[in-house]
């Protein structure tokens, strides 16, 4: 029922989906708090640290709304290039837009949107991360095929931010354990 309201509030491609397009949404639910995760998802000048298929990614100047980068993909993918422009990003809401604005490959005019929000999972904080997206079909494929296609590649993706970020969330609650004995051996 959660899921299905943030879906609602923060992820409306399907409702601006034309008749070529296809659009869907992806949810990963991530057993690190939401400021770690944050810390990966917002870098647009860096998705690298957490997308398996990108190798390199430059940008020219400041980071800021307008931005554009151009993303190199690992061999393996029908692609090359990727150049793409940052639409929003959001610290407060933990919102990150992004639309593909060229490169060699069939995702034409791609739009996703990126939402990071807390919740508890077993008992500790966790954070759910929904993406949604919206895409021209390409010629000779359906709907369904490029849907697929588009959630392959960002289950793929979201897999890798998890392994990520609960590998640097036990890695803060190793330390922290650390600085506690390191405390209480002080105090005694």
Request: hydrophobic share 35%; glycine share 4%.
């Amino acid at each position: 029922m959660e899921t299905e309201s943030l879906v609602r509030n923060h992820h409306i491609h399907g409702q601006q989906c034309r008749e070529h397009q296809c659009s869907s949404f992806v949810v990963k639910h991530i057993k690190a708090p939401v400021d770690i995760v944050w810390s990966l998802v917002r870098r647009f000048d860096q998705p690298q640290k957490y997308k398996p298929f990108v190798s390199r990614c430059t940008i020219e100047g400041e980071l800021k709304i307008g931005s554009v980068r151009e993303v190199n993909v690992r061999s393996g993918l029908p692609a090359t290039t990727s150049t793409e422009r940052l639409e929003l990003l959001d610290d407060h809401e933990h919102i990150l837009r992004i639309k593909i604005v060229g490169g060699d490959h069939r995702l034409k005019n791609y739009s996703s949107n990126i939402t990071v929000h807390p919740e508890i999972i077993d008992g500790r904080p966790g954070t759910v991360v929904i993406e949604s997206f919206v895409v021209d079909v390409p010629e000779g494929n359906t709907q369904d095929e490029t849907c697929y296609f588009v959630k392959a590649l960002i289950n793929c993706n979201l897999k890798s931010l998890a392994d990520i970020s609960e590998r640097m969330a036990m890695q803060d609650k190793v330390v922290e354990a650390a600085m506690n004995l390191n405390n209480n051996a002080e105090m005694n």
